[in-house]
């Protein structure tokens, strides 16, 4: 009996791994990805900005911003509103009352938005803690006990 011939067109043993083009073509896709997400953002905060900026200060005063406040307020975008999501998820909050009351959910994302700890805010959401950590650096703290 004869050995069986070679099958040259079936892939070989270790043929999954996309080689040294392959991974590079999926480096430039993710970079490439990254780069247009960051261009939406950036043209979302810039519409933002726009927006703020054409309303008068009345009705700038009835979201609890003044003009001064718009750049801090729009660098904050989205981040503020992930990191209040994950802090009302992690509290147990997330689809409760404060959800519910869109007022307050304003109030704690225009503090979020102005706060200059969100990088303290991020660590201690990352570590998985449940302790009341948050209280040392969170300018909601108060509001949030109070919804707990």
Not at 20 to 41: D, F, Q, T, V
Not at 72 to 89: C, K, R, T
Not at 101 to 109: E, F, K, N, R, V
């Amino acid at each position: 009996m004869l050995p069986e011939a070679e099958d040259k067109m079936a892939p070989r043993a270790g043929a999954e791994s996309p080689g040294p083009r392959g991974r590079l073509s999926n480096l430039a896709k993710g970079y490439a990805r990254g780069a247009i997400e960051h261009l939406k953002i950036w043209h979302e905060r810039q519409s933002l900005k726009r927006e703020l900026s054409n309303l008068d200060d009345t009705s700038l005063s009835d979201l609890g911003l003044t003009r001064a406040q718009i750049p801090i307020f729009v660098s904050a975008y989205p981040l503020a509103g992930e990191l209040l999501d994950l802090m009302l998820a992690r509290l147990d909050l997330a689809g409760g009352m404060a959800s519910m009351l869109h007022s307050t959910y304003a109030d704690l994302l225009r503090t979020c938005s102005m706060c200059s700890k969100r990088g303290q805010c991020k660590r201690w959401l990352a570590s998985g803690k449940i302790d009341e950590g948050y209280k040392d650096f969170c300018s909601n703290s108060w509001v949030l006990d109070q919804l707990r």
